[in-house]
């Protein structure tokens, strides 16, 4: 139990355009979704933390209009990267909780951008 | 803020015991976790204790935690070369309503033949 997936695994796209990085919980339902960055070989940042049917709440340094984040259901959050440039180059990690009615964050497996 | 301390790296040979430890500043944490990462992948949630536990076995993974002292350590038992992985603690306090994570920078494990 308790599996996160995400989609695409891996994204290049052009400056200018924008991405879109989906967040399922396969088999509970996440009250919460997080979404985190992660720059090579340092920790985890954390972007924002949405919660299903409400706005997104952002860390401070986390541009809202750049990164939208969209969570419609309770097993799907939406991650878009707007108008992307090449130092949104990352990767990119969601998780969720809610399962067991404990805190205990799930993760996904991460979405590696590069934008040319 | 809080913060979560952890050595960089670790390097032991394969069937021997390998401790990575963790210390932290927040003193109304309530769950520590450990996870581990592979590259190119996401995090894997290993194991986590709650604050007002000392011990928590499974397996061949042992965590310990020293609430007076902030520190928390996880022991994996016959290293294999398979646990070659970055790996990250992490703290929660549930006192807000979001439980937010805080990582540290996270070992990498390097077991050697």
């Known amino acids: 139990g308790a599996v996160v997936s995400q989609h695409p695994s891996r994204v290049i796209c052009k400056s200018g355009t924008s991405v879109k990085i989906e967040c399922r919980s396969l088999d509970f339902q996440a009250t919460t979704m997080f979404w985190y960055r992660q720059f090579p070989k340092q920790s985890l940042m954390l972007m924002a933390t949405?919660?299903?049917?409400?706005?997104?709440?952002?860390e401070q340094g986390v541009e809202k209009d750049k990164f939208l984040i969209n969570h419609a259901s309770l097993t799907l959050s939406t991650l878009t990267v707007t108008s992307a440039h090449p130092e949104d180059s990352s990767f990119y990690i969601c998780s969720a909780t809610g399962q067991g009615g404990t805190d205990t964050q799930y993760f996904g497996p991460g979405t590696r951008l590069t934008v040319l | 803020g809080e913060d979560v301390e952890q050595s960089l790296f670790l390097s032991v040979r394969e069937g021997d015991s390998s401790v990575i430890n963790c210390t932290y500043t927040d003193s109304s944490s309530t769950y520590l976790y450990w996870y581990k990462q592979e590259p190119g992948a996401g995090l894997q949630l290993l194991t986590y204790?709650?604050?007002?536990?000392d011990m928590k076995q499974d397996q061949r993974l042992t965590v310990l935690l020293n609430k007076k002292d902030k520190h928390l350590s996880l022991r994996i038992a016959d290293t294999q070369t398979g646990d070659s992985a970055i790996y990250f603690c992490?703290?929660?306090?549930?006192?807000?309503?979001?439980?937010?994570?805080?990582f540290g920078k996270g070992t990498l494990l390097t077991v050697n033949p």
């Open positions: 992490a703290e929660s306090n549930s006192g807000g309503s979001n439980y937010k994570l805080t």
């Open positions: 949405s919660n299903e049917g409400s706005k997104a709440t952002y």
């Open positions: 204790i709650f604050s007002n536990m």
